[in-house]
């Protein structure tokens, strides 16, 4: 990077922040995308999977969230195990099916066996796909129903057929920022130690940030060196998400007026998050929250990954997500073509 006189050594807080205030957006992306071919090469990854929502009655009621609301408001569902069924007879027609994602609100009443029966339901009807469910502060939820600690509720959770943990809830790791968005969730060093917990009993995890509400811009970089120091501790980090807060009908949207981050600032983000997070393998671009544009485009920025096909999602969809929820092989794989690399499916046990 030839205005910058700066190499692939880790970068520094202070370097990330000079790196940030430059805004040379070309030269971030050339740097992003000669690590991410450092780490992937031509290839592309994405899999077929399928999103299931459990509920959206929340005890925690976020004022960043759009998706939750309190027990006996009309928008309120929770999916039963007849519910669940349907959605996993529906799933087993799906052709290379190898992940089904489940992430949920944190119901006041339903008891902790509810979320294992769910895992060991999936398992029986999809007995070779991947199990990547529950967030960080779901599981934190689920020691406080219990009184069992993190590792005994993982391990349960295990013992029932989950594989992974996906990375959601992270939002940013500061306890003051969470004290406004969501001051009723885990803390940031609650969030970190259950993914240390998980990486050490083995189950694939993956990280997340989400930005462009109160945070500063010291912040997020704080964010991402934490995350980079629990991966040199343990390199459980499977690949790490990232995505703009969407303030459309949500309370911190309107309490703060803000306002969605554009694209260069989506991109500026992105190219810069893969530099700094240099123990990390896989960046995804979540094409829901991007837009499949801008998802395109990153792969160009350090991205290596579109995530998957997902089938019917309603977290970032109720958030005002204006993409779709359900997008086909052929359309993931035309996009990654066209962007000049080579479409990879990932299968059930692998991550490469």
Not at 8 to 17: G, P
Not at 25 to 47: D, H, N, P, Q, T
Not at 94 to 106: G, K, P, Y
Not at 290 to 306: E, K, V
Request: neutral net charge.
């Amino acid at each position: 990077m030839e205005k910058l006189n700066i190499k692939f050594d880790r970068l520094s807080k202070a370097d990330a922040l000079e790196l940030y205030r430059r805004n040379d957006l070309l030269a971030l992306a050339r740097r992003a995308r000669a690590m991410k071919e450092r780490k992937s090469g031509r290839k592309v990854f994405y899999r077929v999977n399928r999103h299931i929502n459990l509920t959206n009655i929340c005890s925690s009621n976020c004022p960043l969230c759009a998706f939750q609301c309190r027990a006996g408001d009309q928008r309120g569902y929770t999916l039963e195990h007849d519910d669940i069924a349907k959605l996993l007879d529906d799933a087993r027609n799906v052709e290379d099916l190898s992940e089904i994602h489940i992430v949920s609100a944190l119901h006041p009443t339903k008891p902790f066996d509810y979320y294992v029966d769910v895992i060991k339901q999936v398992r029986r009807a999809l007995p070779t796909v991947n199990i990547q469910a529950f967030t960080p502060v779901e599981i934190i939820n689920f020691t406080k129903l219990t009184s069992l600690s993190i590792e005994q509720v993982l391990r349960i959770l295990i013992d029932a057929g989950l594989n992974g943990l996906p990375g959601g809830g992270a939002e940013i790791l500061s306890d003051r920022v969470r004290s406004i968005i969501c001051p009723k969730k885990a803390t940031a060093a609650q969030w970190l130690e259950v993914m240390r917990t998980a990486h050490r009993l083995k189950l694939q995890t993956n990280a997340s940030m989400m930005y462009g509400h109160v945070e500063t811009i010291e912040e997020r970089i704080d964010h991402l060196i934490r995350l980079r120091e629990l991966q040199d501790e343990t390199g459980g980090f499977q690949s790490f998400l990232m995505f703009p807060f969407h303030p459309s009908n949500t309370e911190l949207g309107r309490q703060f007026d803000i306002q969605p981050v554009g694209a260069w600032e989506n991109l500026k983000m992105l190219a810069l998050a893969r530099l700094v997070l240099d123990n990390f393998d896989h960046f995804k671009a979540f094409w829901i929250m991007l837009t499949l544009p801008i998802a395109q485009l990153a792969l160009a920025f350090g991205a290596d990954d579109l995530d998957g096909t997902i089938g019917r999602e309603r977290i970032i969809n109720a958030a005002g997500s204006t993409e779709g929820t359900s997008i086909t092989r052929s359309t993931l794989e035309r996009l990654i073509r066209e962007a000049g690399f080579e479409p990879t499916l990932r299968g059930v046990s692998t991550c490469d």
